[in-house]
């Protein structure tokens, strides 16, 4: 077990107050990250009392600590799960070589990249629900944001301290830039596309948490193979905090779901926004929104970035140990194809990609079988209330804007269609700035009551850590 110490500025497991160096220069980036999360945190709420649960060690029964606590007073900290003795590499070209705890030279700037770009979407994600505080439906769901928000916080350290600690002065800049981009800024966007998406209400954050954790959950999976052990270490407790991230979102969604079917019964045309709920055909909407920019996070179906980044060791495939071969230089996969020609779409065709090549939608395979669960259990709910309706996962192909599909247009079922069908029918596929408008006139008042539920999600089985559902998360004085 690794020595936790909590007593110092930054609390930590990796021994910090041996290296004097890379202890200043994380004391020197602290202050900048605060006033970043005051500046692009939680609109208002940060000199509230919030019961969060804070990262106090790795072990598995005695690291989440839950007590009240001022957003900026959060014990933001550097944990890594504890070394496996003698790890080896488990896949690519250095397969069962011990596992490097420097960087290896000639995989310094990929990996750096690769660092940076998971580092940028946790400050994202807090900047794009930084304003729900005001229009939330429960104290219950204003603490679950906020755990979700420190905790983004602190994946941000995790990634920080990889790049203080291994790529010097590059690291220290990158460190910095982390703080400067903005999601949503035309001029310093954060750099993957569905982190700079606006998420202006409730149901967006629990889709945003549902579908786009979940792909942090795989990204993080992949890199927790990783030869470099200290990114494995890193994104192993990472993973940890993930899922809570995801729970909230698919309860939130279940949450919505169990509410509208309620309004459906009660209304004798069984329309839901008559009650004041949002109703199913709209959710799908929304799932199918950030499912689609979801799945652009994995990046290209053919992808030589993917190749290399397996080739060299950096990032596997999610649970490598559950395959056979972990070389992948024999294999193929077929992948659908477009065929454009001069610029017309011209119908589809199988092609054989090398393994290696096709690791990203490896990954984003998974990540669709896993993110399928969660539409099982809000359909089941939708069912014992004796309604037809199912909600469905979009084809691969639909709505994205990066890899081989982007730029052409499929209907949900991943059909060719034209440009003019595609306008003719988004706002039946996707959100329209009507359902925005809508979803966000359901919240205009928020719930500050901890007695009070808002009347388009239902109330929660359960509370927090065995506190009661109408605890007070957030002492907050309206
Ligand atoms: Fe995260
Ligand atoms: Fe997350």
């Known amino acids: 077990m690794s020595t936790v110490v909590t007593s110092e500025k930054i609390p930590n ?27 692009m ?77 998971q580092g940028d979407t946790e400050p994202a994600s807090v900047e794009q629900q930084r304003l729900l505080g ?48 903005r999601s949503g800024n035309p001029d310093k966007p954060r750099i993957l596309g569905a982190f700079n998406e606006p998420c202006k209400h409730w149901l967006s954050f629990f889709s945003f948490t549902y579908f786009t954790d979940r792909d942090g959950k795989y990204q993080l999976l ?5 030869g470099f052990d200290p990114l494995a270490r890193t994104t192993r407790f990472m993973l940890t905090e993930e899922a809570h991230h995801m729970f909230v979102g698919e309860t939130g969604i279940q949450r919505i779901v169990e509410r509208t079917v309620e ?21 799908q909407r929304f799932i199918n929104f950030w499912y689609s920019v979801s799945l652009d996070l994995f990046g290209g179906e ?43 779409f011209k119908g589809m065709k199988s092609e054989e990609v090398p393994l290696r090549n096709a690791m990203n939608e490896v990954l984003r395979e998974e990540y669709v079988a896993d993110s399928q669960r969660g539409l099982d259990k809000w359909n089941r709910v939708i069912e014992k209330a004796g309604f ?3 909600f469905k996962l979009p084809h691969k192909r639909f709505h994205r804007a990066s890899g081989i599909y982007a730029g052409l247009t499929f209907d949900p079922e991943g059909r060719p269609i034209s440009r003019e069908e595609w306008e ?31 009347n388009w999600i239902a109330a929660p089985p359960r509370g927090i850590k065995g506190q009661p559902v109408n605890y007070a998360y957030v002492r907050h004085e309206a």
Request: charged share 30%; hydrophobic share 40%; with cysteine.
């Open 388 to 390: 037809s309706f199912r």
């Open 13 to 39: 497991n990796v021994d910090l107050s041996s290296d004097k160096k890379l202890q200043r220069a994380l004391e020197a980036w602290q202050p900048k990250f605060v006033d970043w999360w005051k500046q």
């Open 134 to 181: 005001a229009i939330c439906p429960s104290l219950y769901d204003l603490r679950n944001l906020y755990q979700v928000n420190v905790e983004e916080g602190r994946h941000l350290w995790a990634m920080v301290y990889l790049l203080q600690s291994h790529f010097g002065r590059d690291g220290r800049e990158e460190a910095e830039a982390l703080l400067e981009r």
């Open 424 to 454: 003719a029918k988004k706002d039946e596929w996707v959100p329209s700035p009507a359902d925005d408008a809508y979803v966000l006139s359901l919240m205009q008042k928020p719930i500050y009551d901890p007695n009070q539920m808002a």
């Open 302 to 344: 053919i992808s030589s970035n993917a190749a290399n980044y397996f080739a060299s060791s950096l990032k596997g495939r999610a649970k490598e140990e559950k395959y056979e071969d972990h070389v992948a230089l024999t294999q193929v996969m077929n992948i659908d194809v477009p065929i454009v020609e001069a610029g017309a």
């Open 41 to 117: 945190g939680p609109e208002g709420f940060q000199e509230d009392d919030v019961y969060l649960r804070t990262a106090v060690s790795v072990d598995s029964d005695g690291w989440a600590h839950y007590d009240y606590v001022k957003m900026p007073d959060y014990r933001w900290g550097i944990f890594l799960a504890d070394p496996i003795p003698d790890r080896k590499i488990g896949f690519g070209d250095f397969m069962g070589q011990d596992a490097w705890q420097s960087v290896p030279g000639e995989f310094r700037n990929i990996l750096r990249r690769l660092v940076v770009t």
């Open 222 to 226: 992949a890199l927790a193979e990783s």
């Open 263 to 283: 309004l459906m019964k009660k209304n004798k045309n069984e329309d839901a926004r008559a009650e004041g709920g949002i109703d199913l055909p709209t959710i």
